[in-house]
């Protein structure tokens, strides 16, 4: 009976897990172990401090496993690999160019992990999403004031501010926000009118970002509006509506401030300014495709002495230095994610989980493509970061945040929930 | 071989490696993520009782409306496109309206804001309506049916197994005297729905409105939540349970009957059958 019983649970187990965790835990590790280890022969300096990260790094991340399949009873952790797996190319890739920045990069994925961690627990109840969402909205519009407030211009924008020494970029963390706030929907599902609130909250977020002349980020916050407005309301007409509103205002825009559209001169001849404007693309254009199917190994690379190479031009430096194969399989993962979350959010039990999750996955599909896309010059370059791997702390936290929100929408994520749910069907 | 070269070679390996292992990891995902399955749960449901037809309500929330859109699809022309919201609380389910034209209503009551529905209650999205079905409360409701079938096949198979008893049952025998209801089962339901072991075809009798239990050679009678509550002697017995003995006055809902416990009837198929 006893043996029966334990062969239906494996063949069970087999059809729902192809791959145990470890086996895929393995590979992963393996990855970062042969790449820790080829950064640690190249660099010159640091290397006690960066042999010490990738180690913390290796224990953080099997302490996690390990906790999250026997304690905490998780029985899907593809997107917990995926993360993983981009965290560790950041992390070594970021080491091999600065070493010394490693330690803050680890400390970026330790935070993030615990958000992930929080915003799990706290997407549990959706009752406490919903009672939360207008103080996280109040929160979002605050932080973005402060940035207004407080702000240095870098890099043409005016996205960071110093607090106690750690510089951090707000509009970061209010992407967190934007779909917090924008998932709460409960009753005002499927309703034209319950947009209205949203909309300006919305509104107000991007007229912010484009205050700080922070367009990249600015048309991250539209897209995704435009996919949560869709799935909150549902009405095609009023999604149209506000799309050509946005790209009539764009427009108003690009004829009063002359400035702005200025800043994207080069794109689509970046060849004509390959010393001025377009000198990043046309560096990663060159340099990506010396790399090769394998890349020249790490430290061959000439992209890393391009200014910006550890965080809009990373996906450079990955071509060129790991290889192109390497680079597809970082683009393939978010595709994974995409597929991944409209799957999850087509069984989600709640609308909540559904719009959290995609929205959260084309915020990262359109970051990622303004990124890749920006410096092959495919797209106008708007100095967006790549999620989970370039360096920058924000960032990084915010990547794992919304991973939260996609692995929420996920039944097995909440075992106890998935229990009940089963019983009753 | 100097150690510089098989070094350089190391390296070179693994460059090849590391691409290789990242397919690896991100095809295992991707199998993974196809060989998920999702299986559809569906939960309450809402009854048309005119066509007999179940729209289940799938997800915490559902749209209701005549776009396609919607979770819940009502084609009526009074219907707005987007009409109301079902949701699941923890407190229970809870209908509103999402600024329709024709109205909400929660049994006949118009709905302003999200308003609780309980198992039963009439839905209406403007002139169409449905009864809400809750499927914890239809679990519960199925569950007992079995298990009051149950019983009644093990309490007639004992009572054919004893045949010098056979013929005495216990009975709650009407004020006039001319009307008994045997009790043929240990766990046996009073009441005026048809489902019930004992129907009383009474206004003042609820659907089901009582219980009486067999523990050992002890009877208990026990309220199941009726309108007009149940009395032994002329007090009302509330929430709890009470023992019932021979020639016990019981009122359900103001209908009054004598507890017999051993009422002679002529043959065991009229008993069961009464």
């Not at chain 1, 109840?125 to 004031?145: F, K």
């Not at chain 1, 799309?243 to 401030?257: E, M, P, R």
């Not at chain 1, 060849?271 to 001025?276: L, P, S, T």
């Not at chain 2, 017995?237 to 009422?263: A, M, P, Q, S, T």
């Amino acid at each position: 009976m006893n043996r029966l019983a334990k062969q239906e649970k494996q063949k069970t187990r087999k059809k729902t897990e192809p791959f145990h965790w470890l086996y895929m835990l393995l590979l992963v590790t393996s990855i970062q172990i042969i790449s820790g280890g080829t950064v640690l022969t190249q660099i010159q300096e640091a290397q006690t401090e960066v042999l010490s990260v990738f180690g913390g790094f290796l224990i953080v991340e099997w302490l996690y496993f390990i906790f999250a399949r026997n304690l905490a009873n998780q029985r899907a952790t593809e997107l917990e690999i995926i993360a993983f797996l981009l965290s560790g190319f950041g992390l070594v890739t970021v080491a091999s160019v600065y070493p010394h920045y490693a330690l803050k990069q680890f400390i970026a994925i330790l935070i993030g992990l615990a958000a992930f961690v929080i915003l799990l627990a706290l997407m549990r109840n959706v009752e406490v999403v919903n009672a939360l969402h207008i103080p996280v909205a109040l929160g979002c519009v605050g932080l973005l004031a402060l940035n207004l407030l407080l702000a240095k211009v870098h890099n043409g924008a005016l996205n960071w501010i110093n607090v106690g020494g750690v510089s951090i970029q707000p509009s970061e963390i209010v992407k967190i926000g934007f779909i917090f706030v924008g998932a709460a929907t409960l009753e005002k599902l499927q309703s034209a009118r319950s947009l209205t609130s949203y909309l300006i909250f919305s509104l107000g977020c991007v007229g912010a970002l484009f205050l700080m002349r922070d367009f990249g980020t600015a048309l991250i916050f539209f897209c995704t509006f435009m996919v949560m407005a869709f799935m909150r309301s549902g009405d095609v007409k009023t999604i149209g509506l506000i799309g050509a509103g946005a790209v009539l205002g764009a427009g108003l825009i690009i004829y009063f401030k002359p400035y702005v559209a200025k800043r994207f001169k080069a794109y689509r001849h970046v060849w004509e300014y390959m010393n001025d404007s377009g000198f990043q693309q046309t560096r990663v254009l060159i340099y990506s495709a010396s790399g090769g199917l394998f890349g020249l190994g790490v430290g061959n690379g000439r992209l890393r002495k391009v200014y910006a190479s550890t965080t809009d031009l990373i996906f450079g430096v990955i071509c060129e230095e790991w290889g192109m194969i390497v680079a597809f399989c970082v683009v393939l993962s978010f595709a994974f994610v995409a597929v991944y979350a409209l799957r999850l959010a087509r069984h989600a039990r709640s609308t909540v989980y559904a719009i959290a999750a995609v929205a959260s996955a084309a915020l990262l599909l359109v970051q990622l493509s303004l990124n890749v896309f920006g410096v092959t010059d495919l797209l106008p370059l708007t100095g967006v970061t790549l999620p989970f791997i370039s360096r920058g702390g924000t960032s990084m936290i915010c990547s794992w945040a919304l991973f939260a929100f996609i692995k929420s929408a996920d039944i097995k994520t909440y075992p106890k929930l998935e229990v009940q749910m089963e019983e009753k069907a | 071989m100097e150690f510089d070269e098989i070094f350089d070679i190391l390296v070179i390996l693994s460059r090849y490696l590391v691409a290789a292992l990242a397919v690896l990891v991100l095809g295992s995902c991707v199998v993974s993520l196809v060989s998920r399955q999702f299986g559809k749960r569906v939960g309450s449901y809402l009854y048309d009782p005119g066509s007999k037809k179940r729209l289940p309500l799938t997800r915490w929330e559902n749209s209701v409306g005549r776009s396609k859109t919607c979770d819940v699809v009502l084609s009526a022309p009074d219907v707005s496109r987007f009409h109301a919201v079902i949701s699941k609380r923890r407190s229970g389910w809870v209908v509103a309206d999402t600024h329709s034209s024709t109205g909400v209503f929660v049994n006949g009551d118009t709905v302003t804001k999200p308003t609780p529905i309980a198992h039963g209650d009439t839905v209406s999205f403007g002139s169409v309506g449905f009864t809400f079905v809750d499927a914890d409360e239809d679990d519960k409701e199925q569950e007992e049916r079995e298990k009051r079938r149950a019983f009644s096949r093990s309490a007639a198979k004992r009572a054919a197994a004893m045949k010098p008893e056979a013929s005495f049952y216990p009975a709650l025998i009407d004020e006039a005297g001319d009307k008994a209801y045997v009790i043929t089962c240990d766990d046996c339901v009073f009441g005026r729905d048809a489902d019930c072991d004992a129907r009383l075809r009474y206004p003042a009798v609820s659907a089901q409105h009582a219980r009486v239990t067999a523990q050992g050679d002890a009877w208990f009678i026990e309220d199941l939540g009726s309108e007009g509550g149940t009395t032994v002697n002329a007090r009302s017995i509330g929430k709890g349970r009470r023992r019932l003995r021979d020639g016990d006055v019981v009122g359900l809902g103001g209908v009054i009957l004598v507890f017999n416990e051993h009422y002679k009837v002529k043959n065991k198929s009229s008993a069961e059958g009464r």
